[in-house]
């Protein structure tokens, strides 16, 4: 204990000398370098934060219906998750009880979104969830801002929309230019309003038993959703997530724990991660990676949700490119018991989801049930 005081007595005086501070605030510093020789980990988690950057497939790993390298044969056995006609199914009941919140008290939900620059997929994105809510009676407001906007603009249209009680939800586009700060600007959507579930509030409340979050992301709620209504077991399974992302893997990883599953999370770090996904009941992918689960990464039997969209080159297309997901989808119908589409599988849900949390925002609100 001597010898260990007289070493912080040390490094206090070194750092008057180099800093100029007198030691008043001994203690504090004494804590501080005591605390750096007893614990080995990093004093910032955030640290450790790396970009889960997967190596793309090889040309010779091209999948198509044509050609497969891994040589798998005969015909397709998987039963195909149709989410668009589930989502259709969601998205008419949806309708139903704002036409009955309506009648009843006047009164219909609101959706804002608000969106920053000009990226093609995200104007699609929003396009189509402006379009689902006038489908089902949602009103819904828009904001398109500047590609080169401040970060001030950005929250002064998020606070209006916070403070105006005729909007129940509010989600910001993402990903946003690089000069915002996305954490800080989500963190201002109001919690009762986060019908996206990005905040972190809803997301610990997720994590934790014996908590309930406000709002589920959309993402994997829907992947959930998918599951349940295919009538695929949950409790017991073994999961596989296939990325980590704070949108869809680390929420989705969460929700199948709430459902009673084993759930093993891979990443661009994780070693032999086909070796793993072999021993997965259920396999949930979303690493945006075009192809990058094949057939032989899948148990005989296993369901399969794929929620990558990857556009590849295809001129015979009509816009010269096509949409495919992270799994090689003529390779794995033939060993998988379910799987998803690409398109037409995971997408559709996500807009159902954000529709429904919005109707439940409303509900919540107004007291209505």
């Not at 015909?75 to 989502?87: C, L, N, P, R």
Request: overall charge neutral; glycine content about 8%.
């Amino acid at each position: 204990m001597m010898v260990t005081t007289m070493l912080l007595r040390s490094k206090m005086a070194a750092e008057k000398v180099a800093t100029g501070v007198t030691p008043n605030k001994g203690l504090k510093l004494m804590e501080r370098y005591f605390s750096t020789q007893v614990l080995k980990s990093p004093l910032s988690l955030m640290s450790l934060d790396m970009p889960d950057i997967w190596a793309p497939p090889s040309p010779t790993d091209y999948c198509s219906p044509s050609s497969s390298p891994c040589n798998f044969s005969g015909q397709q056995t998987a039963a195909v998750i149709d989410g668009k006609s589930i989502a259709e199914e969601i998205r008419s009941a949806i309708a139903i009880e704002v036409s009955r919140m309506r009648r009843c008290i006047g009164k219909v939900p609101g959706l804002a979104v608000i969106l920053v620059g000009q990226r093609r997929d995200s104007q699609t994105y929003v396009r189509n969830k402006i379009n689902a809510c006038e489908e089902v009676g949602i009103k819904s407001l828009f904001s398109a801002l500047p590609e080169d906007c401040t970060e001030d603009t950005v929250v002064r249209e998020l606070l209006r929309y916070n403070n105006d009680p005729s909007i129940h939800g509010v989600l910001v586009q993402l990903p946003l230019p690089k000069h915002l700060d996305e954490e800080k600007i989500l963190n201002m959507v109001k919690l009762e309003k986060d019908v996206d579930g990005f905040h972190p509030v809803n997301i610990g409340n997720l994590a934790m038993r014996g908590r309930e979050p406000l709002f589920v992301s959309c993402t994997p709620k829907g992947c959930i959703e998918l599951l349940i209504r295919s009538g695929v077991e949950i409790m017991g399974k073994h999961a596989v997530v296939i990325g980590r992302s704070n949108i869809v893997g680390l929420p989705t990883s969460l929700l199948l724990q709430r459902h009673h599953a084993t759930v093993t999370i891979l990443h661009a770090f994780s070693k032999s991660p086909e070796l793993t996904t072999q021993e997965a009941d259920i396999v949930v992918t979303a690493a945006g990676v075009p192809n990058l689960v094949r057939g032989d990464w899948l148990k005989p039997g296993a369901v399969v949700i794929d929620v990558g969209t990857c556009p590849i080159e295809d001129p015979s297309s009509e816009f010269g490119y096509r949409l495919v997901g992270d799994v090689c989808y003529e390779e794995a119908a033939r060993v998988a018991s379910a799987i998803t589409p690409v398109p037409g599988g995971v997408g559709p849900m996500t807009i159902a989801m954000l529709l429904a949390n919005t109707l439940d925002a409303a509900q919540r609100v107004g007291d209505f049930n």
